[in-house]
T-cell receptor
Framework: DAKTTQPNSMESNEEEPVHLPCNHS???????IHWYRQLPSQGPEYVIH???SNVNNRMASLAIAEDRKSSTLILHRATLRDAAVYYC???????????????FGQGTILTVHP | AAGVIQSPRHLIKEKRETATLKCYPI?????VYWYQQGPGQDPQFLIS???????DKGSIPDRFSAQQFSDYHSELNMSSLELGDSALYFC??????????????FGSGTRLTVV
């Protein structure tokens, strides 16, 4: 599986934007970029995904570099409920036995200050 | 909206006992994934099923087995439990037919404590 690199931790103040970076220099042309987050003692929660173009949904925005070797998850106005571990994951589209498996690496612990 | 249901939420077992964890995917989701998350660790993929057949296998111990039934629910069977098996076990489901451009939905997990 292609690997992603994220900062161990980031901090933000409430109601400010947060930009969570992810490097994936070995991404293949068929990999989708997925973001999940996990609150303490809860299951991971899907946030957003993209392939080549920037994406927006009600939770966040995903900005994908033109060469696809990096991406940034953008929370437009952080709230205390956004404090979680954020995982950037590459999901293979190439078929085969690893089709669809999500491999979690070390995510970013986001702390939001009131 | 229906979510992924896992049962039980909490389970306490003694060493060398067996445990069975159940997962009920979202209706019309045909793929189920199991993950193990130890204290302070990231989720680790164990095994997945598509249309009742094992589709992928991760770091699942030989003491563990799993299957998916005709109604698409899945069970993770764990035997000869060890202290190190204490963890959160998550199940996730997705409709594989829509491809990898689709998010998983995770359940709330089963917290297994082995004493």
């Amino acid at each position: 599986d292609a690997k992603t690199t994220q900062p161990n931790s980031m901090e933000s103040n409430e109601e400010e934007p947060v930009h969570l970076p992810c490097n994936h220099s070995t991404i293949s042309g068929t990999d989708y970029i997925h973001w999940y987050r996990q609150l303490p003692s809860q299951g991971p929660e899907y946030v957003i995904h993209g392939l080549t173009s920037n994406v927006n949904n009600r939770m966040a925005s995903l900005a994908i570099a033109e060469d696809r070797k990096s991406s940034t998850l953008i929370l437009h106005r952080a709230t205390l409920r956004d404090a979680a571990v954020y995982y950037c994951i590459l999901r293979d589209n190439a078929g085969g036995t690893s089709y669809g498996k999500l491999t979690f690496g070390q995510g970013t612990i986001l702390t939001v200050h009131p | 909206a229906a979510g992924v249901i896992q049962s039980p939420r909490h389970l306490i077992k003694e060493k060398r006992e067996t445990a069975t964890l159940k997962c009920y995917p979202i209706p019309r989701h045909d793929t189920v994934y199991w993950y193990q998350q130890g204290p302070g660790q990231d989720p680790q993929f164990l095994i997945s099923f598509y249309e009742k057949m094992q589709s992928d296998k991760g770091s699942i111990p030989d003491r563990f087995s799993a299957q998916q039934f005709s109604d698409y629910h899945s069970e993770l069977n764990m035997s000869s439990l060890e202290l190190g098996d204490s963890a959160l076990y998550f199940c996730a489901s997705s409709p594989r037919s829509t491809g990898p451009g689709y998010g998983y939905t995770f359940g709330s997990g089963t917290r297994l404590t082995v004493v």
